[in-house]
């Protein structure tokens, strides 16, 4: 939101955030904007002058949670097992978007085709945090050097979004989590 709004501008946005904070985590991604507006007291044109579209909301719900994430890519750069230090992270994001309503679906593609990453301003910032910590992980030979945090962040989502309707998603998420840093093959005497 623009500092130089009128004040009732600021607390619009500010009543319109804290409404949809809550639809969203009552009722995922998939929350009614037009229930937002009628909630916060106003109009479904001022939800929409404040966020055009349902991925700038979901983005500004997840402000929050985007910079703890960050910060913990920032806290990990520079650990000694960096391989580690990134499933660590990722296991963080798996973590957030299973707790967190709405924070998946916020990282993930528009449905306009919008790049996943660099269209959307939370995976952006999850990219220029934790693309120190991926190429620690690559200069150490640990992971493939053509692996980008927006594929990461791709595999995190989709885990998520694959598994938010199960009886336990967190369970369910982390399994298959780890079944993809795992890969399918049984341990070999490699």
């Known amino acids: 939101m623009p500092d130089g709004q009128r004040a009732d501008a600021r607390r619009n946005y500010a009543r319109i955030l804290a409404v949809a904070e809550a639809e969203v985590a009552s009722k995922g991604s998939g929350a009614s904007l037009e229930q937002i507006a009628r909630t916060a007291g106003v109009g479904s044109a001022t939800v929409r002058r404040h966020f055009p579209s349902r991925r700038a909301l979901l983005q500004a719900v997840s402000r929050e949670r985007i910079a703890a994430l960050s910060a913990s890519a920032h806290g990990l750069t520079g650990a000694a097992d960096s391989r580690a230090a990134l499933l660590q992270w990722l296991g963080e994001v798996v973590d957030y ?19 996943p990453v660099h269209g959307n301003s939370c995976a952006a910032t999850l990219e220029e945090a934790a693309g120190p910590l991926l190429r620690h992980a690559v200069r150490d030979g640990v992971v493939a050097a053509d692996v980008t945090v927006g594929d990461l962040i791709t595999l995190a989502v989709g885990i998520v979004l ?15 989590f780890g079944l993809a840093v795992a890969g399918l093959s049984p341990p070999g005497p490699f």
Not at 101 to 114: I, K, N
């Open 97 to 115: 978007c299973v707790v967190a309503r709405g924070l998946a679906a916020a990282l993930a593609y528009d449905d306009d085709g919008v790049d």
């Open 162 to 176: 694959a598994t938010e309707h199960h009886p336990t998603p967190a369970a369910r998420a982390h399994r298959l």
